[in-house]
């Protein structure tokens, strides 16, 4: 019995361990995707068939009646077309795309930031929208739609579903308790850093006015070229300096010491528990408010960001793996339709639609605004929008984000020099671009 | 005696060894050789040797990982490996109602990291319930930034494992205390010893076993700990990445569309290598004390 | 215990019987039983506590209020309204219990061949089992996806619950308990003419029950309490399990609310608190049935 078995055995043990490491060279991700063709997608006049629907953080009691209306009204206007809508919760939502990309079952229609699409348009997994429906570009605003063009790629891969920008809050009790003037809010960044440092000063560090830390549209606001094309360029001695005046407050006390953590709500977050007089925020911030700090609601006001205006996009891109092309197209298109974007915005006060149409007619979305502080606030935002810009590049990825973000926080605690802090963060996010 | 034939054994392992096989040996090669290679997601890589490791070795954020890591290994092995033992001597003893505090003494292990480092970061925040009770004792001045300085940050997350951890490694004790022979206690005691002596001659020698196999499970734990300091910084790993442990920075380096997979690979075979230390010095230490006999009982 | 009268749970001090503490000792070993439980229980309660109080009240004032003072179930609503809290539980619970039953069968399977029975590899195939103590599990999930979806699975629960059909842990702990059955009582078993697996059914069972309990326990937990791997296999959130499910209270654009967080980890918790607690006797007298052997 022996003889035999061993043979045996050690053979069934050699061929067992041989597959999977071949497999795995396949598998494991070292062959890159295959490209599909990108042409112009031809809609024929009936629709049919099923596609999925993803967005990002999206479903809770404010919104969930509108997609499900959206869908609804869609399927009833096309019959024979079934849309299944799924929501992805807000955090981990780049892990979760990837795994969809890699196992190749990307929803349909998806919403995605423009950050996301470039790294999947790199990979021909969305469809080019100006080559598959060229007529269609027109209706969505430009920089809506430049937001979506990549560097090196001809094409637009995704329609600008919504936009946002957001606006300076201060606490004014705050002010006019630390012997400062609620009425001359700050107005650029040399009389904010005289406002924080006074408040730190006269509260003994127990108000701090600045809750986050200084990023990238700082250093835009100060002139900063932050990438040049090819590469990141923001380790400059303007941008040190804005750092290094950062690190002065930081140490009077001007930031409180949880902005070392770079939480992306922080700030908003520290607002309303009433930990420092300043935030940004979108129109929408009075909801919050209400909500979870009614007693700030009088005493806060808005006004624009002082600096460069920045612009947030999310937008709507179709899978080019779809099993249903025209269908995908033909939603995409209807999800971002005037009337589609109008009544989002509707529900999403402070926020801008996509559209050229519903941009020149504000009113058509703002008339349902009750709050008076949204109101005023969404007034405010309309006209600083048409100033804003997107102020991060589509290479500096959320990866990126953190790592230069943790560099800044040395920087600002005082234990690392801001010009190293920023070579070395430049040096990480050039290491890591994609070839 | 023979009472089977060859391949029994075999077919009872059949399935348990199958899907070690494919679930944590097969994943594990495959990051050992995408580690060779400059992989990306979506992307594929090609071969560049020993490249990551060059790289690796001159990472500051690695060898803040690594500190951050070590100080972890070296604080919880003590703590884990003598307190719930002191747990289990405690709940041993079947007084009544024992049952009920045996099982809250369990409850922190069976609710998830997730969700007990969540209440952590409630509790420790600078106007929680601690900073708020240490301010009102006029203990302190002012709040104590246990989630943001650097080393008070890990030991709020040191004192969250070692609470998640007691009850866990109690059990481990319990099983071993059934098996330390009553006999043995009455017989110490008979010759005049008192309980301090009692637990240093006849309980500590018995559970000896189970203090090594603690002491190594604990110290692999440690050296993988990730939920509790990702979920106490948020996410950030601190300033400068001085929060992270190793695991954290794979997760951070690898993650992404566009993650250095390759990298995070080369970091993860670090890890494995570097988690056989702490068990190469549990074992030397055991072999050394128990007079030479390296677990013979195994 | 030999006295047929009813014992005290103390004695006196004069009296000799060591396996009784004296009244002193015994309320020392109260008071820090107690001290025990505040410590375990004590952050769980604040959690429960802030889940009650409602939206007028403050949850960061000072002194902290244990009591809420108008309890209201308002969070839980919320909640429950937004997120299908049953469904996604009776997910987590069909993967629970399906690693619980293959990890009894499989796990006691493989236990018996590597305790009791001697084969060549066995060795090896020990060394396979500790090595994977050793993996840094948490860094290999994506290969494990990868695996799960070339075999069709991604977005299944069974695909969930497919890697933790049988962990090594399992194997090794149910080996452990069958190393201390007796050799004679198999021997007299084979000698009787029973094959191995009426040996296992009729010999080895009901001698290592008291483990089944306690790897019982650990794969439930193990399961119910698993939140990075669903979270990567599930792609549709009509599939999602209860940990995963709680992640869509976090961070939403429209802000954060700390009650509904506390109510969520709440109902998180709650099912297996009450699973633990109903067959901790089970798992404790597995335990101490000296399921380790020194």
């Known amino acids: 019995m022996p003889g035999t078995t061993v043979h045996s055995r050690r053979a069934l043990l050699g061929a067992l361990a041989a597959t999977p490491l071949v497999a795995g060279l396949s598998a494991c991700g070292l062959s890159p995707q295959a490209p599909p063709s990108q042409a112009p997608i031809e809609t024929p006049s009936v629709l049919s068939g099923e596609i999925t629907f993803q967005t990002w953080s999206l479903k809770n009691e404010k919104f969930t009646p509108y997609f499900e209306k959206l869908v609804t009204d869609f399927t009833t206007q096309h019959a024979g077309t079934k849309i299944n809508w799924i929501d992805q919760p807000g955090d981990g939502y780049e892990e979760k795309v990837l795994q969809q990309a890699q196992s190749n079952t990307l929803p349909d229609v998806i919403n995605i930031p423009p950050g996301y699409g470039m790294q999947l348009a790199e990979v021909n997994k969305l469809v080019d929208l100006k080559a598959a429906a060229p007529d269609s570009i027109a209706s969505y605003t430009e920089g809506g739609i430049k937001a979506y063009t990549y560097a090196g790629m001809d094409g637009a891969y995704g329609y600008p579903w919504y936009l946002g920008t957001d606006l300076n809050w201060w606490n004014t009790k705050a002010f006019s308790d630390y012997g400062l003037d609620a009425s001359k809010l700050p107005t650029n960044f040399d009389e904010f850093f005289a406002a924080a440092a006074t408040m730190a000063e006269k509260s003994g560090g127990k108000m701090p006015l600045i809750s986050s830390l200084p990023g990238l549209g700082d250093f835009a606001a100060a002139g900063v070229k932050l990438f040049d094309g090819t590469k990141f360029t923001f380790n400059t001695p303007e941008a040190a300096a804005v750092l290094q005046k950062y690190a002065e407050l930081y140490k009077q006390k001007a930031l409180p010491p949880e902005v070392l953590q770079n939480n992306y709500t922080g ?17 929408s911030f009075p909801g919050d408010l209400q909500k979870n700090a009614p007693t700030l609601v009088s005493v806060t006001k808005a006004t624009p960001r002082f600096g460069i205006q920045p612009m947030f996009v999310q937008g709507i891109s179709v899978s080019a793996d779809s099993k249903a092309p025209a269908l995908a197209l033909a939603f995409a298109q209807y999800v971002t339709s005037n009337a589609s974007q109008v009544e989002f915005v509707k529900l999403a006060q402070g926020f801008f639609p996509g559209t050229v149409e519903a941009n020149n007619n504000p009113s058509s979305f703002t008339s349902a605004i009750s709050d008076p502080l949204t109101a005023e606030a969404v007034a405010l935002a309309a006209t600083a929008i048409t100033k804003a810009e997107l102020i991060t590049p589509n290479e500096f990825s959320d990866e990126m984000s953190t790592y230069t973000a943790q560099q800044i926080a040395l920087a600002v605690r005082g234990d690392l020099a801001p010009a190293e802090a920023l070579d070395r963060a430049v040096k990480h996010c050039n290491d890591n671009l994609n070839r | ?10 077919l009872l392992l059949l399935p348990a060894v199958v899907w070690v096989l494919v679930f944590s040996i097969y994943p594990f090669v495959n990051t050992v050789i995408l580690s060779f290679t400059n992989a990306r997601p979506l992307r594929g890589g090609q071969f560049t040797g020993i490249e990551n490791y060059v790289r690796l070795a001159q990472d500051p954020m690695l060898a803040n990982a690594l500190v951050t890591t070590f100080v972890y290994v070296i604080a919880c092995v003590p703590l884990l490996t003598v307190v719930p033992l002191l747990l289990a001597m405690l709940v041993h003893k079947p007084v009544p109602g024992i049952g009920f505090f045996r099982t809250t003494a369990y409850f922190p292990v069976i609710a998830s990291v997730v969700v007990v480092s969540l209440i952590w970061s409630w509790l420790f925040d600078s106007r929680g319930v601690v900073n708020q009770t240490l301010e009102f004792l006029h203990l302190v001045n002012a709040p104590i930034p246990f989630l943001v300085d650097r080393w008070l940050l890990l030991g709020t997350s040191i004192l969250l494992t070692v609470w998640k951890g007691l009850g866990y490694y ?6 071993a205390l059934g098996n330390v022979a009553p006999e043995l206690h009455e017989a110490a005691a008979i010759d005049g010893a008192g309980a301090f002596r009692r637990f240093l001659h006849v309980t500590v020698p018995g559970v000896r076993g189970a203090m090594t196999l603690v002491a190594a499970l604990v110290a692999v734990s440690a050296m993988r700990i990730f939920s509790e300091l990702y979920v106490l910084t948020n996410g950030s790993g601190g300033p400068g990445g001085e929060s992270m442990s190793i695991v954290m920075m794979v997760k951070q380096v690898g993650s992404g569309l566009n993650g250095q997979v390759g990298y995070a690979s080369a970091v993860s075979v670090v890890l494995f290598l570097l988690t056989l230390l702490p068990l190469l010095l549990i074992g030397w230490l055991n072999n050394r004390d128990s007079g030479g006999t390296l677990g013979a009982r195994a | 215990m030999s006295a047929t009268v009813r014992q005290r749970p103390w004695r006196s001090r004069r009296s000799f019987d060591m396996h009784r503490p004296t009244l002193a000792g015994l309320i020392i070993r109260y008071v820090l039983l107690v001290v025990v439980v505040l410590v375990s229980v004590g952050p769980f309660l604040w959690q429960l506590s802030t889940s009650l109080k409602d939206v007028t009240e403050d949850i960061y004032a000072f002194p902290p209020q244990l009591i809420p003072s108008q309890p209201t179930l308002e969070a839980y609503q919320s909640v429950t309204r937004f997120i299908p809290v ?28 590597m305790g009791t029975m001697r084969f060549r590899g066995r060795m090896l195939v020990m060394a396979l089992f500790l090595s994977t103590l050793l993996l840094p599990g948490e860094v290999t999930l994506t290969s494990q996806f990868l695996i799960v979806n070339s075999l069709g699975l991604a977005n299944t629960l069974f695909g969930v619950y497919l890697p933790g059909v049988v962990g090594a842990v399992n194997v090794l702990l149910m080996m452990t308990a069958c190393r201390a059955i007796p050799q004679d009582v198999l021997d007299a078993a084979t000698i009787d003419g029973a094959n191995t697996v009426q040996r296992i059914r009729h010999v080895v069972w009901p001698n290592v029950r008291g483990m089944v309990a306690v790897i019982a326990v650990f794969s439930f937990i193990g399961a119910w309490d698993d939140f990075l791997w669903p979270l990567i296999v599930l792609n549709d959130p009509a599939k999602y399990t209860l940990t995963v499910g709680m992640a869509f209270l976090k961070a939403s654009p429209l802000g954060v609310d700390q009650r509904e967080i506390a109510a969520g980890t709440i109902i998180a918790l709650v099912p297996i608190l009450v699973v633990f607690a109903a067959l901790q006797r089970f798992f404790f007298r597995g335990v101490e049935s000296g399921a380790v052997k020194g």
């Open chain 2, 1 to 10: 005696m023979r009472s089977h034939r060859w391949f029994t054994p075999w």
């Open chain 2, 170 to 175: 109690m059990v481990v004790y319990l099983a």
């Open chain 3, 86 to 113: 049953y469904q996604y539980a009776f997910h987590s619970l069909l993967i629970a219990l399906g690693s619980v039953a293959s990890n009894a069968v499989l796990a006691t399977l493989a236990g018996y061949a």
């Open chain 1, 267 to 283: 700030n908003a977050q520290m607002f309303q528990q009433g930990k420092v007089a300043w935030t940004t925020a979108t129109p």
